[in-house]
């Protein structure tokens, strides 16, 4: 038998985790624009910036596509990750075919910077997810429901 609880559970959306990974990426972003910089020069500093942007933004625009369809619709959401996994690859392949044609990434410096940024990015955005979500409360059961055992089996198997 449970108690029942008079305290309400706060459910979180889990996008709090989403924009904390966010905002993680784009604090190491900012400090690979620094240090291009201090080393490089303003090409440097540019390509990192752009880098760091375009992989939070990407990553951050799927997870809540991905957060919002999860909500709405649970069925759903594994066929909506799965597509926008494919649609963030094809619009990174877009957007990197676009800088590459453009005259401010025509330096060599400029476009290690921007790799150097994203894959920084990219991969401070994965621990930054993980760490945050493994660290997400989230209730075992739903206390909420008012439906209890069904009559008859006082919960037995």
């Known amino acids: ?3 029942a609880t008079k305290q309400a559970l706060r459910v979180d959306s889990g996008s709090r985790v989403l924009f904390s990974a ?3 990426a784009l604090l190491v972003g900012s400090g690979l624009t620094a240090v291009g910089a201090v080393v490089e020069g303003s090409a440097a500093a540019y390509g990192a910036a752009v880098g760091a942007g375009i992989a939070a933004a ?3 625009l799927g997870s809540l596509l991905v957060n ?3 909500g709405l619709a649970p069925s759903a959401s594994l066929l909506v990750a799965l597509l926008t996994y494919a649609l963030q690859v094809v619009l990174m392949a877009v957007v990197f075919a676009a800088l590459s044609q453009a ?3 025509s330096e060599p410096t400029a476009r290690v910077w921007l790799a150097a940024s994203v894959i920084a990015a990219t991969v401070t955005w994965m621990v930054a997810h993980i760490w945050f979500a493994t660290r ?3 209730p075992l059961y739903d206390l909420s429901s008012s439906q209890g ?3 008859g089996t006082r919960g037995e198997r």
């Open 68 to 70: 919002v369809v999860a």
């Open 22 to 24: 966010a905002v993680a």
């Open 149 to 151: 055992p069904s009559a």
């Open 103 to 105: 005259s401010a990434f």
């Open 58 to 60: 990407v990553f951050l």
């Open 136 to 138: 997400q409360r989230i």
């Open 1 to 3: 038998m449970t108690t």
